[in-house]
C-alpha cells in the first residue's frame, strides 16, 4: 500500500523535475489523467469488464472528486468569510 502511495503521489510530481513553471503544470496535468486512466483500464481487466469504458469512468469520477474539493474551499470562504485563509 505505501509503495503505490509513493508512485501515484510521484507522478504529478516528475514533471516539476525536469521543467518548470507552465511546462511542468501542463505534463503533470497530462500524466496524472493518463495515470487514472490506466488505473481504470487494469481494474477494468481485472474485473473482466470493459477496460476503455472503465478508463473512463475511473478518470472521470476522480476529477470530478478532485473539482468538488477544489471548489468546497470558495465555497466555505464565501459562507464563512472570518474563517483565516492560510497560504
Do not use: E, H, W
Amino acid at each position: 500500500m505505501a509503495i503505490s502511495f509513493v508512485v501515484g503521489a510521484f507522478v504529478p510530481i516528475f514533471p516539476y523535475l525536469l521543467l518548470s513553471g507552465q511546462g511542468a503544470l501542463f505534463l503533470s496535468i497530462a500524466l496524472s489523467g493518463l495515470a487514472l486512466f490506466a488505473v481504470g483500464f487494469v481494474k477494468g481487466c481485472l474485473a473482466t469488464q470493459s477496460p476503455v469504458r472503465s478508463g473512463i469512468q475511473f478518470f472521470a469520477i476522480a476529477v470530478g472528486a478532485a473539482l468538488l474539493g477544489y471548489g468546497i474551499g470558495p465555497a466555505v470562504q464565501y459562507f464563512f468569510p472570518d474563517v483565516p485563509v492560510t497560504n
